[in-house]
């Protein structure tokens, strides 16, 4: 699937991940790079094979994932921000709660990220 011409979604390439003209180069990882504090003309010289309009059109592509007309979905998203987080920190512990097996580590919930503790 393509959007807009720059933006392909392939399951054979980042395991379908939203991708810059089929390149492995994640949207999410262009927007990761501009939120760190990166600039357009830093990504482009890190990454010479990209181009301004693929940082223009990851930008437009957040913006239209943004636009939703009700909150509905929102506690859905957030339990998948925090399964994902849970999964990048605490690895092992989604692989035990599916053994059976206690753990120690336990993974944060949203409310916890949320307060801050």
Do not use: Q
Not at 64 to 93: A, G, I, Q, S
């Amino acid at each position: 699937m393509k959007m807009n011409g720059r933006i392909t979604i392939d399951p054979a390439i980042c395991h379908g991940k939203p991708c810059i003209r089929g390149l492995r180069y994640p949207v999410e990882n262009i927007l990761e790079w501009l939120a760190s504090g990166m600039s357009t003309e830093e990504i482009l010289a890190d990454y010479e094979d990209l181009e301004r309009e693929d940082i223009l059109a990851a930008l437009s592509y957040a913006a239209r994932l943004t636009h939703v007309k009700r909150l509905e979905h929102l506690p859905t998203y957030l339990d998948e921000f925090v399964f994902r987080f849970n999964r990048r920190f605490y690895p092992m512990t989604a692989f035990a709660s599916v053994l059976g097996i206690g753990m120690n580590v336990v993974g944060p919930t949203y409310r916890r990220l949320y307060d801050g503790e």
